[in-house]
Each structure stands twice: as C-alpha cells, then as structure tokens.
Nanobody, 125 residues
Framework: QVQLAESGGGLVQAGGSLRLACAAS????????MGWFRQAPGKERSFVAA????????LYADSVKGRFTISRDNAKSTLYLQMNSLKPEDTAVYYC??????????????????WGQGTQVTVSL
C-alpha cells in the first residue's frame, strides 16, 4: 500500500504559476507509475499528466501540453506538477494517483489504485 498526500494548491492570477507536490509513504514509491488528475466543479474527473516509474515516459492532456510539467524524485518519494501560464479553466481540485508499475504512464483513472485527497487550485482573472 502507498499513501499519497498532495500539497501546493492555492489561489493564483491567470498567467501565474504553481507547483503541486504529492508525497508518498508506505510501499516503495519507485514501484508505481504516477498520474495527476483534476476535477472541476460540476465536471467529471479528467486526466492531466502521467509518468512511468523512472520518469522516462510521460503523457499530457492536450489542454495542458506545453504549460504543465510532471516530474518525480524517487529518492524523496515525491511527484510534482509544475503549472505555468495558468488559466481560469485550470481551476479544479487536483489529485495524484498511483498504479502498480507496468513501466508506462496511464491515462485512464480506472488503472490507478491509490489516490490522494486532493488540493484545490483556483485561477482568477
């Protein structure tokens, strides 16, 4: 089992930046492929970015490509999401998730078995 805890959310103006972190505890972090998802009010949860266990492979949603960067530090058991050029439509609760590693990033939330509690990101005009 792995436990996940997100941090770094907050209120930022459009065009600004935030860096989210997801601290993992429990089973070895490097055993997991990781992902970021988000859920805006009244909308379903959607994929944001994913990375395989060693960071060699990544995937991004088209809506964030070129603005967001996923990374991980296995020595610190932490996953990151650097978010630049934020837009009001990025406003959502952001969740990190873990999937037992097949060494590939996953788009589908159903493939992830462990989830954090989420952190709120609000982007104002």
């Amino acid at each position: 089992q792995v436990q996940l805890a997100e941090s770094g959310g907050g209120l930022v103006q459009a065009g600004g930046s935030l860096r989210l972190a997801c601290a993992a505890s429990g089973r070895a972090f490097s055993n997991y492929d990781m992902g970021w998802f988000r859920q805006a009010p009244g909308k379903e949860r959607s994929f944001v970015a994913a990375m395989n266990w060693n960071g060699a492979s990544t995937l991004y949603a088209d809506s964030v490509k070129g603005r967001f960067t996923i990374s991980r530090d296995n020595a610190k058991s932490t996953l990151y999401l650097q978010m630049n050029s934020l837009k009001p439509e990025d406003t959502a609760v952001y969740y990190c998730a873990a999937a037992a590693s097949f060494s590939r990033p996953r788009v589908s939330g159903s493939e992830y078995t462990h989830w954090g509690q989420g952190t709120q990101v609000t982007v104002s005009l």
